[in-house]
């Protein structure tokens, strides 16, 4: 699998580099993607937060923390 980059290139995307709770917090924030509804919006830091029985400072921490390893840290945080 490879990651799209803003500037267009690609980075393979290495699901090993994660730590569980990354990979937890990842899968929450696109859960509502899964039925692939044309009007799904990534889930909000205190959804993810309350799924996962994290604070929001800590689900904020893992979400930077996976757009600097997804090379995707200048994209809008919204």
């Known amino acids: 699998m490879h ?5 267009g290139g690609h980075r393979p995307a290495h ?3 994660l730590s ?5 917090v990842l899968l929450a924030l ?8 044309a009007y799904a919006v990534p ?7 309350a799924e996962l029985f994290l604070s ?3 689900v904020k921490t893992h979400l930077r923390t ?3 390893e997804l090379g995707v840290e200048e994209l ?3």
Do not use: K
């Open 3 to 7: 990651v799209a980059r803003r500037d």
């Open 15 to 17: 699901p090993g580099s």
């Open 20 to 24: 569980e709770t990354q990979r937890r």
């Open 30 to 37: 696109a859960r509502p993607f899964e039925h692939g509804s």
């Open 43 to 49: 889930a909000a830091n205190q959804q993810i937060a």
């Open 56 to 58: 929001v400072d800590a």
């Open 66 to 68: 996976l757009s600097a």
């Open 76 to 78: 809008p945080h919204n």
